[in-house]
């Protein structure tokens, strides 16, 4: 469900979360296990994806999320091209003895090389261990993924994208389609969860700007060409490029 609130002359997003950041399961889906898209035809992890499944992915997952949010023009929405190159992303040090932080902070570092790698001279994760002091960035935060009240579906929920700690607020695009939450968080676990390597991965996928699941992201099997080719299209074409403008680009084998 989703609402749109005024604040201040800025359009936000108030909504409740089903697992992650709009819908299916990063639990099951992320960890590898076997399931279909709607239109009945299961991931395969180096299958070439045809040019239209992979714009109708792109428009699903990003074009169509938040039409006229702080009064954004149509089309994509990402990091800018001046952010693109170097996003900072903030690790903070895991509490010493604490090898769930530990963990994750590697599992972490792991994702940026894989992602550096895939998407070569269209966008570059850097890893920080201190605060940047302005500009926008990506925030690691341990055990504060967002749960519903009441929920105790814990693995549905291991890990999301959002404006802050423990919420379920989805970021959003600024009115010239760049990003415009600031921090952007990436919550890994709730206590109560295992978050895999995949999850992690999966959940840099939603920082990037991917807002909504589709084959091979969040359904199916994760992190597969798919997912990979609707990430480098999104990178190799300008922000605010409509459907009929888009360009689909290869990611990195």
Same mark, same amino acid.
């Given at each position: ?13 108030? *909504? ?58 149509? !089309? ?33 570092? =792991? ?10 001279? *269209? ?33 549905? @929920? ?19 389609? !760049? ?5 952007? @968080? ?18 840099? !996928? ?7 699941? @589709? ?19 999104? @990178?190799?074409?300008?922000?605010? =490029?409509?459907? =009929?403008? *888009? ?7």
């Amino acid at each position: 469900m989703k609402q749109f609130i005024q604040l201040g002359g800025i359009l936000t997003i108030s *909504l409740s979360l089903a697992a992650c950041g709009g819908g299916g399961d990063d639990g099951a889906a992320a960890n590898g296990g076997a399931g279909t898209s709607p239109n009945n035809q299961a991931s395969t992890g180096n299958a070439v994806v045809a040019d239209a499944r992979v714009i109708a992915d792109l428009k699903s997952s990003n074009i169509d999320f938040g039409p006229g949010a702080n009064m954004r023009p149509a !089309g994509t929405w990402r990091w800018s091209d001046a952010q693109a190159k170097n996003i900072p992303v903030y690790i903070p040090a895991p509490a010493a003895g604490n090898s769930t932080e530990q963990d994750y902070a590697a599992k972490v570092r =792991t994702s940026i090389a894989l992602i550096n790698t895939k998407l070569a001279g *269209l966008v570059a994760l850097e890893a920080v261990g201190t605060m940047p002091a302005s500009g926008n960035y990506i925030q690691i935060s341990y055990s504060t993924s967002w749960v519903p009240p009441g929920s105790t579906d814990y693995s549905s @929920y291991c890990a999301n994208v959002a404006t802050g700690p423990s919420t379920g607020s989805m970021i959003m695009p600024d009115s010239k389609n !760049g990003i415009f939450s600031s921090p952007v @968080y990436i919550n890994l676990g709730n206590g109560h969860c295992n978050v895999t390597q995949e999850i992690v991965t999966h959940e840099f !996928g939603h920082a990037l700007g991917l807002a909504n699941h @589709y084959n091979g992201f969040g359904i199916g099997i994760d992190n597969v060409t798919e997912f990979w080719d609707v990430l480098a299209t999104l @990178y190799g074409n300008p922000q605010s =490029t409509t459907e =009929t403008g *888009l360009v689909v680009k290869r990611a990195a084998k």
